[in-house]
Structures are given as structure tokens and as C-alpha cells.
T-cell receptor, first 110, second 115 residues
Framework: RKEVEQDPGPFNVPEGATVAFNCTYSNSASQSFFWYRQDCRKEPKLLMSVYSSGNEDGRFTAQLNRASQYISLLIRDSKLSDSATYLCVVRPESWGKLQFGAGTQVVVTP | GAVVSQHPSRVICKSGTSVKIECRSLDFQATTMFWYRQFPKKSLMLMATSNEGSKATYEQGVEKDKFLINHASLTLSTLTVTSAHPEDSSFYIC???????????FGPGTRLLVL
């Protein structure tokens, strides 16, 4: 079983719509969780950290469910510029190595 | 925000040659840097953890004699792919951890093509 698993997509989303997707992780003791965004042929960039109580950053909302070991990302009012691959990233222990999912591709269409 | 630079951005070389990739943290001192490799449509795979002033820690299956890592200063780590072969062609990305924030910032990556 992979340490971090994601639905690869693609999720085809009309502009203005809402899209949500999950990521599951295998290590129940994992400490930190992040969503990164990666554009084609570019490096990953931190989108947001995911906190236990859930958090929101503009149109982006992240949730953590420790009991079921998954995190989610919801994008509201999708923009064309939101088209990218979203990487779920987990840090099993404080200051430890990051574990990456393979990414979920989102394609926002006009 | 924090910036990590990487050079070169892309390189094409002949099989058997060695290629050096530099990674610099521009806004902070990074005691720890990471080197990743990413194949198309795959997740980032950690190759090694580079610690300033000490030997790098390599992940299982990564040949330390083939992928030489040097972290001579708090702002510079280098990865040298020795005797490169076509199967080494990949996207190599470095990352530096900002010690004050536990956040990792990624360099723009180096696309290596070995002919």
C-alpha cells in the first residue's frame, strides 16, 4: 500500500464550479499535512497547510479526518488558473521527511 | 517569500558524462536540503537528505556513488549525477527547509536528458 494515495483524475471542472477531492495516508501517527500545487513541468508550490480543525484560504478549504486518515481539498468558484496537479503531502513526524502523493489533476474549462 | 534557486534549469548531455546541479536557498540558511526525482505523471521520490557539513542520507535504492551530494554551506547543496545514462533522464528538484517555519520550499527543478 502506498503511503499517500490520491485519485489521479483528471477532474474536469466548469469555470465557477466547485470541486473537491481526497487523499488517504497510511501512517496514523502522521503529524503534518499539506496541499501543494504543481503546474506542468514546474516545481511544487505550497498551497496550504492542513490543520486539525480544518482551514480555509480564500476559495480553498482543507479538511483533516484523522479517524479515517484522509485529508480533503475543496476549491470553490474555480478559475481557469486553478488548472494544475494538486499534491497531497504528509509528514509522518515533526521535522521528518515529506511523503508525496502522485497528485490529482484538475482541469478547469471555460 | 522564501526562494530556492536551482541551476541549470535544463541540461542535455551524452551518456557517460557527469552533470552537476546546484541548489541555493536565497532567503534563509538551510541546514537541511532534500533532493527529489520525478518521472512523468509520478510522485516526487526523495533521493537523499543533505545536511550541511555532514554526509548525505540516501534513500533505499539510491546509489550514493552515482548521485554525489555535497552541502558545503548553509545556502548551497549540489547534486552530481556521475556517468549519466539515459535512464537517469528525469526532473530533479531540490528543496530547502526553512528552520524557523518547518516549511519546505522547492527549487524550480532541473530537467535532465541523457542521450
Amino acid at each position: 500500500r502506498k503511503e499517500v494515495e490520491q485519485d489521479p483524475g483528471p477532474f474536469n471542472v466548469p469555470e465557477g464550479a466547485t470541486v473537491a477531492f481526497n487523499c488517504t495516508y497510511s501512517n496514523s501517527a502522521s503529524q503534518s499535512f499539506f496541499w501543494y500545487r504543481q503546474d506542468c513541468r514546474k516545481e511544487p508550490k505550497l498551497l496550504m497547510s492542513v490543520y486539525s480543525s480544518g482551514n480555509e484560504d480564500g476559495r480553498f478549504t482543507a479538511q483533516l479526518n484523522r479517524a479515517s486518515q484522509y485529508i480533503s481539498l475543496l476549491i470553490r468558484d474555480s478559475k481557469l488558473s486553478d488548472s494544475a496537479t494538486y499534491l497531497c503531502v504528509v509528514r509522518p513526524e515533526s521535522w521528518g521527511k515529506l511523503q508525496f502523493g502522485a497528485g490529482t489533476q484538475v482541469v478547469v474549462t471555460p | 517569500g522564501a526562494v530556492v534557486s536551482q541551476h541549470p534549469s535544463r541540461v542535455i548531455c551524452k551518456s557517460g558524462t557527469s552533470v552537476k546541479i546546484e541548489c541555493r536557498s536565497l532567503d534563509f540558511q538551510a541546514t537541511t536540503m532534500f533532493w527529489y526525482r520525478q518521472f512523468p505523471k509520478k510522485s516526487l521520490m526523495l533521493m537523499a537528505t543533505s545536511n550541511e557539513g555532514s554526509k548525505a542520507t540516501y534513500e533505499q535504492g539510491v546509489e550514493k556513488d552515482k548521485f554525489l551530494i555535497n552541502h558545503a554551506s548553509l545556502t548551497l547543496s549540489t547534486l552530481t549525477v556521475t556517468s549519466a545514462h539515459p535512464e537517469d533522464s528525469s526532473f530533479y528538484i531540490c528543496s530547502a527547509r526553512d528552520p524557523g517555519w518547518e516549511t519546505q520550499y522547492f527549487g524550480p527543478g532541473t530537467r535532465l536528458l541523457v542521450l
